[in-house]
């Protein structure tokens, strides 16, 4: 079994920074992509940033310039630093293994993350 545990998250004053740490526990053999997705209240979940293993990045437009994604292949581990927070990114922020592949099993999995709160307030 695959789990996923999250750090890092908390309250911040707008315009201050959090680090989000997320390593991934278990047989793995691999994981090709691992993410952060973010759901506020009323809203559905979305897309923050995602890296490949390759290092390839994907960002949401909205955190462009502000936010960065690395990862660990080694320690199965995703970060995101979020330099100038806003507001508005206040969210559950979860993480993502995307088309992990195990021992001995055919097919590839994703797996979650429960969670970790983020909340940009004065």
């Known amino acids: 079994q695959v789990q996923l545990a999250e750090s890092g998250g908390g309250l911040v004053q707008p315009g201050g920074s959090l680090r989000l740490s997320c390593a991934a526990s278990?047989?793995?053999?691999?994981?090709?992509?691992m993410g952060w997705y973010r759901q506020a209240p009323g809203n559905q979940r979305e897309l923050v940033a995602v890296i490949i293993h390759g290092g390839s990045t994907v960002y949401a437009d909205s955190v462009k310039g502000r936010f960065t994604i690395t990862r660990d292949n080694a320690k199965n581990t995703v970060y995101l630093q979020m330099n100038s927070l806003k507001p508005e990114d206040t969210a559950v922020y979860y993480c993502n293994a995307n088309r992990v592949s195990l021992p001995a099993t055919i097919g590839l999995r994703d797996y979650w993350g429960q969670g970790t709160q983020v909340t940009v307030s004065s």
């Open positions: 278990g047989s793995i053999v691999s994981i090709w992509g």
